[in-house]
């Protein structure tokens, strides 16, 4: 059974950094691509940031471009998201997610399988 288990969100004030983590577990993580999405309160959930199975190909929504980074590490079953520069827009929960396939994507129908997810708060 496939387990992704994110953590590293909290309070922060604007202009401050996160680091996201999510590990996964069940499965074989190597070659598969993984994203990470958020949702703000009383709106729809939305892409953030992707990379594929190699790390090769890494895309970002435009409002997060040059200020977030994500990146794997397949030996430790694990996908990062560093948040710096962080604004009040940021805030919401941000889930992980994983595909069965080896291209990055960002549609969330492109996933599989989803994390419950970490509460990122940005404070003005």
């Known amino acids: 059974q496939v387990q992704l288990v994110e953590s590293g969100g909290g309070l922060v004030q604007a202009g401050g950094s996160l680091r996201l983590s999510c590990a996964a577990s069940g499965r074989t993580f190597t070659n598969y691509a993984m994203a990470w999405f958020r949702q703000a309160p009383g709106k729809e959930r939305e892409f953030v940031a992707t990379i594929s199975g190699s790390g090769g190909s890494t895309d970002y929504r435009d409002s997060v471009k040059g200020r977030f980074t994500i990146s794997r590490d397949n030996a430790k079953n694990t996908v990062y998201l560093q948040m710096n520069s962080l604004q009040p827009e940021d805030t919401g929960v941000y889930y992980c997610?994983?595909?069965?396939?080896?291209?990055?994507?960002?549609?969330?129908?492109?996933?599989?399988?989803w994390g419950q997810g970490t509460q990122v708060t940005v404070s003005s």
């Open positions: 997610a994983l595909t069965n396939r080896r291209a990055a994507s960002s549609g969330s129908s492109w996933y599989d399988y």
